[in-house]
């Protein structure tokens, strides 16, 4: 059974620049939540999607938005880019919302 | 506002020795506990998990303690291998969403 798949794996962007990040969960799990991590912050909430929806949201500025599509996959988007957005971006399915949460590798986004 | 904790922000231990990880949580309405292991470059890996109805789980040779009275989670490892050197987070579910702590880096010494 794949896991949680996330591509790409590693992204370097300039400020202003907006990157979109994917996620494929796995095979029957229709929840999808997104991660920033930094060393400072640690891991923080950024948002959970179930069939398509957005259940909820973390306490993240408007440029950090999300979606996901029928198939249950999940894409995030980060516009006009700051240094500051720099991080390991997870994200995690569960079969239901309750249920665990498994995690993909991550994104490494570099902001230069 | 809501916050898991970690009391220790790294423990090095010998290998074959017991280890145990340590995390405080704020929200009592929490019902929902999960510990993931998360070695360099990779994603959090999830360990054991135990629900609010509980108060002990074990899994193979880690044991998830919970004790709502003071609001304490931790995470026994058995025997302790050089392969369990990673970040261990403590995670709880509230409003939705993973509140997680800040990570104890766990380091065995062969």
């Known amino acids: 059974k794949a896991g949680v798949t996330q591509t790409p794996r590693y992204l370097i962007k300039t400020r202003g620049q907006q990157v979109t990040l994917s996620c494929s969960p796995i095979?029957?799990?229709?929840?999808v939540s997104w991660y920033q991590q930094t060393p400072g912050q640690g891991l923080q909430f950024l948002f959970e999607?179930?069939?398509?929806?957005?259940?909820n949201k973390g306490n993240f500025p408007g440029r950090f938005s999300g979606r996901q599509f029928s198939n249950s996959r999940s894409e995030m988007n980060v516009s006009t880019l700051e240094l500051g957005d720099s991080a390991l971006y997870l994200c995690a399915s569960s079969q239901e919302p309750t249920a665990g949460y498994t995690f993909g590798s991550g994104t490494r986004l570099t902001v230069v | 506002g809501e916050s898991v904790g970690l009391h220790l922000p790294t423990l090095s231990v010998q290998e074959g020795d017991n280890s145990i990880i340590n995390c405080a949580y704020s929200?009592?309405?929490?019902?929902?506990f999960i510990w993931y292991k998360q070695e360099s470059g990779k994603g959090p890996q999830f360990i054991i998990d135990?629900?609010?109805?509980?108060d002990k789980r074990q899994g193979q040779r880690v044991t998830v303690l919970l004790n709502k009275t003071v609001k304490h989670l931790s995470l026994q490892i058995a025997a302790t291998q050089p392969g369990d050197s990673a970040v261990y987070f403590c995670?709880?579910?509230?409003?939705?969403?993973?509140?997680f702590g800040q990570g104890t880096e766990l380091s065995v010494k062969p």
């Open positions: 135990i629900r609010s109805n509980m």
């Open positions: 999607y179930l069939s398509e929806t957005q259940r």
């Open positions: 995670a709880e579910r509230g409003g939705g969403k993973l509140i």
């Open positions: 095979s029957g799990h229709r929840s």
């Open positions: 929200n009592s309405a929490s019902d929902y």
